[in-house]
DNA sequence: CGTGTGATTGACGCCTGTCAACGTCTGTGG
DNA sequence: CCACAGACGTTGACAGGCGTCAATCACACG
């Protein structure tokens, strides 16, 4: 039943569209936007359901309208290790699009979303057509690629603590806090455990050690961060 | 008096140099190599010589000619993770470069290098002119995601041994063996468990176990590959 | 021959992963 | 309304992988 409803396509011009200036098809012409929004597919996506999967090769790439994407890797017996979310703006599948290989990850909501379709066609007309489009994803990929490299150092070199600290700073940086000072995304302990690299009842140990030392307080799923201050300092963050 | 003789820049007109086949510029049509020829710089590169430093702001990237470039980031207490090493026709410090921001890694010379300085200003007008060469830097750069994205999978679950194995693999594709099976870079025990992202000392009880087990032998920093099959299967290698 | 860098080995202990048991909550079906 | 299953969270016990420290060796070089 459910099923049925996935990915239900619904029309919504390029040209009315949030995404033509806060994303990456921020630098198009008129023009550009208006071929595109004929190419261009948008299908609502919910919590739960798959966008790509690691191993497919991909005709297309998604630009994320709204909602939470976690792009994943799944490594030794199927433990999932999370490389990064993408939101509104980002454009995600395309390495596996330019580079002709296999998705190396998979794609799955974790708030409901509405994605932007672009074929590969599509995308290769408009890197080669659009230089400030072209030059907007190699931004995203050179910022990815930093965010990669300094993930690498961190996960080779900081203890577990460190990095806990370090990854409830930066969700907070990149999905905020409400009004409160919760963070406003919805993680189980296990997908916590798939960000920091490390198994599900450390993350639970420390994060109760946390919210002893006053750092944090916990609801549930619900995480509220008292001191940045010193978990920035605990985490060890070098910029 | 060594330092005078550092970069010493010499003559070679893009036209006859290597890189135009081999490299990122495979693209690049006559007009644009003739371009180039009189806007990019060429420089002689000693083992031990820093490129570039992790924090400068960048002017311009480099083009592999010769040479073995080790890129790192200095981590905690000074200790580098080794990401990546750039060799022939790979380019360096675009990152940076594109996104305006420091650069997020050092690059130094491991072997006797010549690199091809482009300034952003030429990296620029070569990318917006040419839509073949955007794409090979595109490429590269979603090269060096998947890579990251792999290794920190593997470094987030694997061991140190599983690492270790994985990386003499590694090491054997990217830099190839001599005649006589022996892994053709040379490499510091550091440097091995720089790029393990763990301590020297485990690296050097490691290898001695697999020279115990017959999967490689060595004299000194002459690392041979007697069993790849064995050590593909302790590397737990997924693709 | 002294100095310095890198390689090796041993001892030690803690961080962290694994296993197991149990608690909690939600939704489902009888 | 209760029983049950299943997903998730929590806690404790335990062992061992791996990092740290320290001492020694090997080798190159001025």
């Given amino acids: 039943m459910q099923q049925n409803m996935k990915h239900?396509?619904?029309?919504?011009?390029?040209?009315?569209?949030?995404?033509?200036?806060?994303?990456?098809?921020?630098?198009?012409?008129?023009?550009d936007l208006e071929e595109l929004s004929s190419k261009r597919g948008c299908s609502i996506y919910k919590k739960g359901d798959i966008v790509y999967r690691e191993g497919s090769y991909l005709n297309g790439s998604y630009v994320i309208n709204t909602?939470?994407?976690?792009?994943?890797?799944?490594?030794?017996?199927?433990?999932?290790?999370?490389?990064?979310?993408?939101?509104?703006?980002?454009?995600?599948?395309?390495?596996?699009?330019?580079?002709?290989?296999?998705?190396?990850?998979?794609?799955?909501?974790?708030?409901?979303?509405?994605?932007?379709y672009l074929s590969t066609e599509t995308l290769?007309?408009?890197?080669?057509?659009?230089?400030?489009?072209?030059?907007?994803?190699?931004?995203?990929?050179?910022?990815e690629l930093r965010e990669a490299n300094t993930f690498i150092t961190d996960i080779a070199?900081?203890?577990?603590?460190?990095?806990?600290?370090?990854?409830l700073i930066l969700l907070k940086n990149q999905f905020d806090v409400d009004n409160d000072k919760v963070l406003q995304i919805?993680?189980?302990?296990?997908?916590?455990?798939?960000?920091?690299?490390t198994a599900t009842e450390s993350v639970i140990r420390l994060l109760s050690e946390f919210k002893n030392e006053n750092l944090i307080d916990l609801h549930g799923r619900k995480?509220?961060?008292l001191d940045d201050t010193r978990l920035n300092r605990i985490a060890n963050m070098m910029d």
């Fill in 8 to 31: 239900q396509p619904f029309v919504l011009t390029c040209d009315e569209c949030v995404l033509k200036v806060q994303s990456i098809f921020r630098g198009l012409t008129r023009d």
């Fill in 124 to 143: 290769l007309s408009l890197l080669k057509s659009n230089f400030n489009f072209s030059l907007e994803v190699l931004q995203q990929s050179c910022k």
């Fill in 223 to 225: 995480i509220k961060i």
């Fill in 186 to 197: 919805n993680l189980t302990r296990e997908e916590i455990a798939n960000i920091v690299g």
């Fill in 67 to 116: 909602g939470i994407i976690k792009i994943f890797k799944t490594g030794i017996e199927g433990r999932e290790q999370i490389i990064r979310f993408g939101k509104r703006g980002d454009i995600i599948g395309f390495r596996s699009i330019l580079s002709n290989e296999p998705a190396c990850t998979s794609a799955k909501v974790m708030e409901d979303a509405v994605l932007c």
């Fill in 157 to 167: 070199q900081k203890t577990v603590r460190e990095r806990l600290a370090e990854v």
